[in-house]
């Protein structure tokens, strides 16, 4: 796991002074989000499903790994991010070799949107009629064609806009990650801004998060539409 941060993080930001440059410090920004959005998404999404698959199972150990999960998902949403953050110094520093820097962001980033994302996926599935579901099983689906038959499909819309909440969400993160040695905007904001006293440096960041913020709603929001065939047909 620490070759593969060392291996992306190379490429990236060998040779970039990270120090006062706006444009730098949005790409390490963007790419801590893109990374932690990728780790989130592959993890995420399949708890999500599993926490609606187990849900009022009648065998009870499906039903004991449903509270697990449960409580793990909602202890981890409970946790501010700057807390979690700093608790998590010690396993940062084991899995990514470094409790500084883009990197060692990103894996805090990531534990902290797992369970976030992992429950909007769960409740997007929920919105299904369950009708739909029960006439597919009735036709001899296995669970797996009906969660890529059905499941997916149906709640693709709003798996969309649970992604693109989750992003906006991770950018948020992003800034306050700045607060212990992150890097990004976040911490161009504390350092040169507030810290300096810059209302230039401070003025310049916001509009760029905010700026960001925009973009990925209203190319998440777009995208939600393209996919959402019931509102193709009205």
């Not at 499941?151 to 992003?167: D, K, N, Q, V």
Request: with cysteine; charged share 10%; glycine share 8%.
């Amino acid at each position: 796991m620490t070759d593969l941060f060392e291996t992306l993080q190379g490429p990236v930001f060998t040779g970039l002074d990270a120090n006062f440059s706006i444009w730098t410090n949005t790409l390490i920004t963007l790419y801590m989000t893109v990374l932690t959005m990728l780790f989130t998404t592959l993890i995420g999404v399949p708890l999500g499903v599993l926490l609606f698959e187990t849900t009022g199972s009648r065998n009870p150990r499906v039903r004991r790994l449903h509270d697990v999960l449960g409580f793990i998902v909602n202890v981890g949403r409970s946790f501010p991010f700057i807390i979690l953050i700093i608790a998590l110094l010690p396993v940062t520093r084991l899995v990514v070799g470094s409790v500084t820097g883009p990197n060692a962001a990103v894996f805090a980033l990531t534990v902290s949107a797992i369970p976030f994302l992992a429950r909007l996926v769960e409740i997007n599935l929920r919105e299904i009629p369950a009708g739909k579901i029960e006439a597919v099983r009735m036709m001899g689906a296995t669970r797996s064609q009906v969660i890529r038959q059905v499941l997916l499909p149906e709640a693709l819309p709003g798996l969309i806009g649970s992604l693109t909440t989750t992003a906006i969400a991770v950018i948020g993160y992003t800034a306050m990650a700045g607060a212990v040695g992150g890097q990004g905007l976040g911490d161009l904001a504390i350092r040169m801004g507030y810290n300096s006293y810059d209302t230039v440096v401070m003025t310049a960041t916001v509009l760029v998060l905010v700026l960001i913020v925009i973009t990925i709603q209203a190319i998440g929001s777009r995208c939600a539409r393209a996919v959402d065939h019931r509102a193709r047909n009205t």
